[in-house]
């Protein structure tokens, strides 16, 4: 799994935090999100995929992995 | 919660309008009063209209129509779509009360616009809410929640809730952020009050609106002066804003951090005494608190008039087409008992797994202050569970107000005893 972020579109309401903070951080500044691992491993998927699901801004986008392990 | 979406209801005051009964050809009357049979369901035409016709036609209490949205999957793409417009001034733009009329006449906050402008003004207070920043703040709310409940229960067996913890919490824990005095929030939550009551008139709107205005711009003036390191002072050391927009930001916080947590607390505590199985549940496991929460803020959706939005294009939502100029509402509390999404959705289950509740909005106008609701609402609801063994209601259920004449929703006052 790869993870992408627009910082763009991020509001900054901080769920993706919340649902996997092994992956999501935001920055001190403004509270824009951070990606803190683009190929989380696999234990985080389910929390990922939770944290695009409920991103009220679409900041977050995931690609799958091929069967070979490519994204 | 937001502090944005939270204050959706500054502008959701509705008069109460009675309801009107469903048919194909007459549109549902908006704002809706809650069922009668059990005061936490959204109002029945409502649920009715997600069930038989999810994209339909309501009636406003002016007279005009606008597009109600009641299934969770829609009311996320209107909310998340930039066709759809927050901005009060667009003709079309749908109205829960003459005071929200009323309030579109002067400069409006950021929940009220558009991007970019939207999220310029927004940006600069994420940083303020931001979960790891909210999180640090745990042992001070604490320590304000324990405080509480020691004047609560010094010598009594029984005392108003709302007045003596639900309300004072979050109202301490706002003025505290913002560098605003606590001594003085009679005055301000009197005037929020007003701001959010469906039965106030334009003229009392404009008044409580004007007398909040001069407070908060009073208030900017003298942190200029004598800064401290309340979010108040901070925006105006920005300087990017005049001491009037840091005003009419400040009210936005100062009203939303009243009212939305103060009405979750008491009424969760509410819906958890009248499920008993499901207090005991919480009771024997306070490591499910923290989902309680969200089970709690989807169930109860407190911001239950809808929130308002206007098309500025064509877009076709659950099959139906909205036409450019025309406004939408989006009722949350319907899209929170979505069977499809939280089966068996009229049921308060602490146990379920509600994070896709839209109980704080969505889209980029979602609440910005959630980190700090949801860490306000753990600590009462813990605290609370765990210092009053013995907290039951202290009146018959029956007797309890409900405020149905609220853009909020909650509770005027919750007699309980321990
Ligand atoms: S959930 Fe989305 S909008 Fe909120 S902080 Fe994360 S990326 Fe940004």
Not at chain 2, 5 to 26: I, K, V
Not at chain 2, 62 to 67: E, H, L, V
Request: charged share 25%.
């Amino acid at each position: 799994m790869r993870v992408h972020i627009d910082q763009e579109k991020c509001c900054g309401a901080g769920s993706c935090v919340l649902s996997a903070p092994e992956v999501f951080d935001q920055r001190e500044e403004d509270g824009i999100v951070v990606l803190l691992d683009a190929e989380p491993p696999a234990g985080l998927h389910d929390a990922v995929h939770e944290a695009v699901a409920i991103c009220p801004a679409a900041a977050i986008s995931v690609e799958q992995a091929d069967r070979a392990g490519r994204v | 919660m937001t502090t944005a979406e939270r204050t959706e209801a500054e502008h959701d005051t509705g008069r109460g309008a009675g309801l009107t009964p469903l048919t194909p050809l007459t549109p549902l009357a908006v704002p809706a009063t809650r069922a009668e049979g059990c005061p936490f369901d959204p109002a029945p035409g409502v649920e009715r209209a997600r069930r038989e016709e999810p994209v339909t036609r309501a009636t406003l209490w002016d007279g005009s129509t606008c597009w109600l949205v009641t299934r969770h999957q829609d009311v996320r793409e209107v909310l998340g779509d930039p066709r759809f417009s927050a901005d009060a001034t667009r003709p079309g733009f749908p109205f829960l009360t003459a005071g929200g009329r009323e309030l579109a006449t002067v400069k409006p906050t950021f929940i009220r616009q558009d991007d970019p402008e939207h999220a310029r003004l927004r940006r600069m207070l994420t940083a303020e809410f931001m979960v790891k920043k909210v999180e640090a703040m745990r042992p001070e709310v604490q320590r304000l929640a324990d405080g509480l409940l020691d004047r609560m229960t010094a010598g009594r067996d029984s005392a108003d809730l709302v007045a003596e913890f639900a309300l004072p919490l979050p109202s301490l824990v706002i003025c505290l952020l913002l560098g605003v005095p606590y001594d003085d929030h009679k005055f301000f939550q009197e005037r929020s009050g007003l701001l959010l009551s469906l039965r106030s008139t334009a003229e009392e709107v404009r008044t409580a609106q004007e007398d909040l205005r001069r407070y908060l711009t009073r208030l900017a003036e003298s942190k200029r002066r004598d800064p401290d390191d309340g979010i108040i002072s901070r925006l105006v050391a920005r300087g990017e804003l005049d001491d009037e927009e840091v005003s009419s930001m400040g009210r936005l916080l100062l009203i939303a951090g009243h009212e939305t947590t103060a009405n979750m607390t008491a009424l969760s505590t509410l819906a958890l005494l009248r499920n008993p199985d499901q207090l005991k549940r919480l009771r024997a496991d306070p490591s499910l608190v923290k989902g309680a929460v969200e089970e709690l803020l989807r169930y109860l959706t407190i911001i239950h008039n809808g929130l308002p939005r206007v098309a500025t294009e064509d877009v076709t939502i659950g099959g139906r087409t909205i036409r450019a100029g025309e406004g939408v509402l989006c009722t949350l509390n319907s899209a929170n008992r979505d069977d499809g999404v939280f089966p068996g959705g009229d049921a308060l289950d602490v146990g379920r797994d509600a994070r896709r509740h839209i109980a704080f909005g969505f889209g980029v106008h979602q609440c910005l202050g959630q980190p700090l609701a949801r860490v306000e609402l753990q600590i009462a609801v813990e605290t609370l569970l765990r210092r009053l063994p013995g907290l039951r209601l202290a009146i018959p259920f029956e007797d309890v107000r409900f405020r149905h004449d609220m853009g909020i929703y909650g509770v005027h006052a919750l007699p309980v005893a321990w």
